[in-house]
């Protein structure tokens, strides 16, 4: 059996990232054909997640996301792939914060309308 253990601090707040686990869950069963159950907690929330050959949980809390997941022996020999699959599903959904400033801030420098000229006329020869 192989073992991932995935960390990704954060510093969305705790409803926030509450948001971020349950999409992190519907994605996981519509993606990967996980079944995916949510416990909230008042500190800490957990999806546990299942399928043939993978079973593990996803904790959430005010500033951690922590994901730990067993492979099973087939499973196990694909674990990089796997855990980049992961890691890339994960940081995508904590990462539209970031782009919505990003976005704001170029909106903001190129507030001013570029003017562009036209090219000379052509000369009749």
């Known amino acids: 059996m192989a073992d991932l253990h995935i960390l990704r601090e ?8 509450r948001k971020i686990a349950f999409q ?4 996981a069963e519509g993606e990967f054909g996980m079944a995916c159950t949510y416990e909230e907690g008042e500190a800490v ?16 809390s005010q500033g951690l996301f922590e994901l730990q997941a067993k492979l099973g022996f087939l499973l196990g020999a694909f674990k990089g792939a ?7 599903n994960l940081d995508t959904l904590l990462s539209p914060q970031v ?22 006329a052509k ?3």
């Open 24 to 27: 992190w869950a519907e994605q």
């Open 82 to 88: 796997i855990e980049t699959e992961i890691v890339k």
């Open 123 to 125: 000369k009749k020869a």
């Open 45 to 60: 929330d957990e999806v546990h997640f299942t399928r043939s050959g993978v079973q593990g949980s996803l904790k959430v």
């Open 99 to 120: 782009k919505v400033k990003a976005k704001a801030q170029a909106k903001s420098v190129s507030a001013t309308p570029v003017k562009k000229k036209r090219p000379a």
């Open 10 to 17: 954060h510093t969305l707040g705790f409803a926030a990232a």
